[in-house]
């Protein structure tokens, strides 16, 4: 009866052994992740290797309407601005980034007009600098294809002169800013 125990006690020491590691795992993932969900008009704030902060610009939001008040000069001018529309068109949801760093898009939330948990993974179509310089990629973790970029460009992912085709961003390291 006691090696019956003790086995019991066993598999039961290690399902809460498990149980804690898994949800620490998870946890520490889902704090990269500071994004407001469903917000149509965002700013991430970059702090190099710590979790990123974001302010929500739309005016309201809910499931209904989201009233946006950006415009470019909300984001300030040591800012990456990133358009799901080509043509620095924000009417489908865009997101600033201010400050230096590596992000995923994988890990920044769209607008609640996309579906529940739709990422701005693979979803940017022109961007705009200001005073940012970094390294754009094709796949997460700064792995696949890739596309330097200087401060005051704007343009739109389209695959000509170096630049990735449109709606294929998933990663990027602003590594510095004015």
Known sequence: MKKLTSKVLGVFLGIVLATTICTNIASAHSSQSSTQQGCGH?????????????????????SQHAIPYTSVSDCG??????????DFDASNGDVCFIGTGF????????????????????????YQTNCTQGTFYAD????????AFASRQS???????????????SSFDITSQC
Do not use: R
């Open 140 to 147: 997460i973790n700064g792995n696949g294809s890739h596309q």
């Open 155 to 169: 343009a739109n992912f389209d695959g000509v002169d170096f630049k990735l085709n449109n709606d294929t961003l």
């Open 77 to 86: 001018p040591s800012s990456l601005h990133l358009y799901n529309n080509i």
């Open 42 to 62: 965002l700013i991430v704030y970059l702090h190099g290797t710590s979790p990123t902060t974001s302010k929500c610009m739309d005016a309201s939001q809910s």
């Open 103 to 126: 992000i995923n898009l994988t890990d920044i939330q769209g607008p609640w007009w996309w579906g529940p948990f739709v990422s701005w993974n693979d979803k940017a179509s022109s």
